[in-house]
């Protein structure tokens, strides 16, 4: 995070000069916002060792805290931020640092201890109170209280464009809305056993062509549901700087029965984990989709349109490919329903493939929103799932 840190520093540096010294520290936000889907993700991750922390001082993840000056070496500062006002999000927190430089900009964040489940059910726009008490060298600064807008948990922010116009994106954020653990999955694949779409889910255990077949069980039992493409986004009152996307957590996506490109990558994303094959989440701009690993050794992949998810039987052209004929062969008794789920199904793998294909170099360049995210990668990197909270009342 130390690009974006160096961004939002220039604006909190920018307010210390306007202060002079009477004022030596200021409020310092990752974001404008606080995006509890960013939070949430974050509390885990692992920095990249080469980044330059030499002015971070406390949780090198953290997303509030201060920017400062010291007058001499080696002063003291200790920070305590309360949350007021509106939900409580966490519990006060303290850091107390030494500052090895005088007269240098430091931005000095402490570890918040975040009610998970709290972020968890924010559903729309709120605002919180913080309050900043600061101490330097023993001496109490004036505290301060500052008004924070708190972003709904499916808002994802992935990429941020500082003043200079550059533009450093966060897509990897985007793996926090697969969650491989969510409850409602285990009713996904138990259907796709008992309408016998597959055997069982045996992962990488007998090779590309029972991974297809698995892929496609999820599929069908998702197109028996209902689930369909919807172009519908929800507009994000974001920071102009802040690109971001609405995405539906996964029982919200298997309620409503419809889901656009994102929300549908990430709840096919979180089965194909739930049942050890590996997915990858593609983006481009304006557009994601999904792909999945065909060995342990993610030596192939295929790519997956998740739009043409029952798209209407007249809108697609299926040619005769050895994948359709494959996958057909394991059908006991052909009926019309399985021929059209099929040839769905090797029309979206034709067209994932295809539009991968045509962004590659972009995509694994990672220029601009062309991103590739392998979920093993970003769990490995510390991306945790937004947790499950179950919002229905409670019938005790």
Known sequence: MSMLRHCLLIVCVVALSVRAM???????????????????????????????????????????????????????????????????????????????????????????PFNQARLASIRQVQTVFITYAVTIDGKAQPPRTETLRVQSVNVCPFGVRDDAGQYTSYAFLFAAYVNEDHPQLDRILQEALQKNYVDAFVGYQSGPADVYRQVLAIWRVLQDRGLRYSNSTTTVADPDQVASQHVRLVDESLSHTQANCTDGSVLLASVLRKVGI???????????????????????????????LNAPAGSIAAAPTDLTQLLLSYVPSL????????????????????????????????????????????????IMPIPFVDRRPSTK
């Open 22 to 112: 009477a004022q030596v520290w200021a409020p310092y936000s990752a974001l404008p916002d606080l995006y509890p889907s960013m939070a949430l993700a974050m509390t885990y991750f692992v920095n990249d060792p080469t980044e330059d922390h030499s002015h971070d001082l406390g949780d090198l993840n953290g997303l509030l805290g201060i920017s400062v000056q010291v007058p001499r070496r080696n002063a003291r500062v200790q920070l305590t931020l309360t949350c007021t006002g509106g939900p409580a999000l966490f519990d006060s927190a303290t850091i107390d640092v030494t500052v090895p430089r005088a007269r240098e900009d430091y931005i000095i964040t402490p570890t918040i």
């Open 278 to 308: 590996e997915p990858i989440l593609v983006t481009i701009p304006g557009h994601m989709f999904v792909g999945f690993d065909l060995d342990d050794e993610s030596s192939e992949q295929a790519y997956l349109e998740t739009t043409l």
């Open 335 to 382: 009926t019309a329903a399985d021929q059209t789920a099929v040839d769905q199904f090797v029309v979206a793998i034709q067209t994932g493939n295809r539009l991968f294909a045509d962004n590659r170099i972009a995509i694994e360049s990672g220029t601009g929103d062309y991103s590739a995210t392998p979920i093993a990668e970003a769990r490995l990197a510390g």
